[in-house]
Structure formats: C-alpha cells, structure tokens
C-alpha cells in the first residue's frame, strides 16, 4: 500500500487584511461545513474588522490564497493581576489541507508570538486531542473560569507560556466577539 504525503513548501504566515473579509469567510465555511462554520466566520471577521488592536489574527497563504486562519486575544480578569492571559479562539484550515500540518504551524507560531510579547497562558475551547499536541491540559484549564458554562467541559485547556504562576483560579471575560454564551 503507497501512502500519499503532500508537503507544504511555499507558504507565508502573516497577518491578513480586511480585504481578506470574503476568503475567510470561505475558509470557515468550508473547514466548518455545518452551522457552526457560519458562527466561526463571523467571529473570525469580527475580530478582523472590529478589534485589530486586540487581538492577533494570522493566516496561512498558498498561492496567495488563504488555506488556514488563527486568532488570540487577551482575556480579561475580574480583578487586578500580573499575569497575561490570551485564548486561541478560532483556528481554521481548509479541508483540502487538514492534517498536512497547517494547523500546526499556525498554532507554533502563534505561541512563538505571544512568547516574545511576554504573555504568560494560553487557553483554548477545542478538540484535546489536537490540542494536546502542544502542551495543552484540562488541569492547567481548571486555573482559568470561563464566562459561561462549558457545553462540552473537556475541551477547556490551557498551556504556560512561562515560569510566571498563578496563585489563584481566574475568573475572566473577553472581548467582545467571544462574550456569545452560544460559543461556550
């Protein structure tokens, strides 16, 4: 039996633009093809359009053509606290492209960004399984409240980003876009 690799050799990671509305909305329709993809794509725009100071958006370009997309944004803490928290909330691929690494390099180079800007944790609501891969863990998950109720509780994880610990749980919000109890 012959297994067939694809390797992606010539693509670019970088911020994308707001001209970039319409193929991101594609990207998440199709790497979502159920209801959710519409909720995704409009979360990802959102963060785009209306919140470029606060948050990171990267995407992953073939061809000049979008074939993957990642957000961060900060979270916000009830009371005052020195440590930096952001969540990766959303992360698409093209189904084209699933499991041939794209993922991956969005994910690494998101955390290699928010490790050079000082950012302490990480969190994530998704597939532990993917997740996993990079040091996420529902334990270290179990430091950070989320805002509403989990739907699916085992998919909340976190990973330090550095030697800085918490002394206590963090109850915390988010910008606007992610403060949708229908996400949780």
């Known amino acids: 039996m012959r297994y067939r690799y694809i390797v992606i050799v010539n693509y670019l990671i970088k911020e994308p633009s707001q001209d970039n509305v319409l193929e991101l909305n594609e990207l998440y329709l199709n790497a979502f093809p159920d209801n959710e993809g519409e909720a995704v794509s409009r979360l990802a725009i959102d963060f785009l359009i209306n919140y ?64 050079k800007n000082e950012v302490d944790t990480v969190c994530v609501y998704g597939d532990p399984n993917f997740y996993s891969r990079f040091g996420f863990t529902k334990s270290k998950g179990k430091d950070f409240v989320p805002p509403y109720k989990l739907s699916m509780p085992a998919g909340w994880q976190a990973k330090s980003l550095s030697d800085n610990r918490l002394k206590e749980q963090f109850r915390f919000s988010c910008i606007e876009p992610l403060m949708n109890e229908n996400l949780w």
């Open 52 to 115: 470029p100071e606060d948050s990171i958006s990267m995407a992953c370009f073939v061809d000049k053509k979008i074939i993957g997309h990642i957000t961060f944004s900060q979270m916000i803490s009830e009371k005052p606290i020195d440590h930096k928290v952001f969540i990766l909330a959303p992360l698409a691929v093209s189904q084209e492209f699933q499991g041939k690494g794209v993922g991956t390099k969005l994910v690494n180079e998101g955390l290699n960004y928010l490790i």
